[in-house]
């Protein structure tokens, strides 16, 4: 099974930054972008194909240079195990690991939203059976990761990740709460658009991708070097989820939608397993 969308992520809050990078401006990161944009889209005038992933070498995301690998792919037949595993049954995923409000004693604080979705391949077939993980900050924009310590407070009530199987038609649903931006050290005065962090998985260990989902109308979106790695706005438009009135529920949450497309033209934007930010 080929999977592929776009990726966008990475949560590793160790990156090795250079020191300098904290004086860097937003401006200069943000015409670092337009240059290297406004050059990408000349590029497609002239015939060249449309780039549907991130360029894994984006030098406003300062960190990405460490994120792939440098020396040349080798093929490698995967270990027996890797082919069996992981194995998923309805009884190793509980229906209630989607719902990331009932985790502890307590509500936690924030806005209550619903995720859901399809996930499909590239000629619209959903994808059953796949597991589909979530990780993501809080309402105050915080990870209860001991790294992240930036000055917002971590909920005792929200833990922030959460796992579902696809159904029958490659349905997917999350309830959870809706994070809010939060800073990084990619320079100066940089803050991240409100994501959640996608994993999903193939058949095997090898198939595994990694993206964000982002939510519509975030004003950050134009000042952040890693959802502008995607240089194609068509594919960074696909990894924004739609607010959804049908799965808004009465006196409860409010509701997004989104699919993720594995295959095909249309894939969703999938990033390397590094990190995440
Ligand atoms: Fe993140």
């Known amino acids: 099974m080929s999977t592929e969308t776009t990726a966008n992520e990475s949560f590793s809050d160790s ?14 990161i943000s015409q670092e972008i337009a240059d290297i ?8 005038v002239e015939g060249k194909k449309a780039e549907t992933q991130p360029r894994i070498d984006f030098a406003p ?3 990405s240079l460490l994120r792939h690998p440098t020396k040349n792919l080798r093929h490698v037949d995967p270990e027996t195990i890797e082919l069996h595993s ?14 990331l409000t009932i985790q502890h004693n307590g509500e936690p604080i924030g806005e209550r939203i619903v995720v859901a979705g399809r ?20 309402a105050a924009g915080r990870y209860i990761h001991k790294r992240d310590q930036h000055p917002a407070p971590i909920d005792p009530n929200f833990t922030g990740v959460g796992r579902a199987i696809t159904g029958p038609n ?7 709460i809706k994070p809010a931006p939060y800073p990084w050290k990619n320079h100066h005065n940089a803050w991240r658009p409100a994501h959640i962090h996608f994993s999903l998985f193939g058949t095997d260990f090898t198939q595994r991708m990694i993206t964000q989902m982002y939510f519509p109308g975030d004003p950050l979106f ?12 068509e594919a960074r438009d696909r990894l924004v989820a739609s607010y959804d009135h049908s799965l808004t529920t009465h ?10 497309v594995l295959t095909g033209a249309n894939r969703t934007w999938m990033e390397d397993e590094e990190g995440d930010h």
């Open 61 to 63: 995301y300062r960190s």
């Open 15 to 28: 990156p090795v930054l250079d020191p300098a990078a904290t004086t860097l401006s937003q401006e200069s």
């Open 222 to 233: 134009s000042l952040d070097p890693i959802y502008q790695a995607i240089t194609d706005k």
């Open 37 to 44: 944009h406004a050059a990408y889209r000349q590029s497609v």
């Open 251 to 260: 006196e409860w949450a409010t509701g997004y939608n989104w699919d993720i």
């Open 86 to 99: 992981p194995a998923f049954g309805q009884r190793d995923v509980h229906a209630l690991e989607s719902d």
């Open 119 to 138: 996930v499909l391949d590239g000629d619209g077939r959903p994808v059953a059976g796949q597991l589909v993980e979530i990780w993501q900050a809080n």
């Open 170 to 176: 490659g349905e997917y649903s999350f309830t959870t």
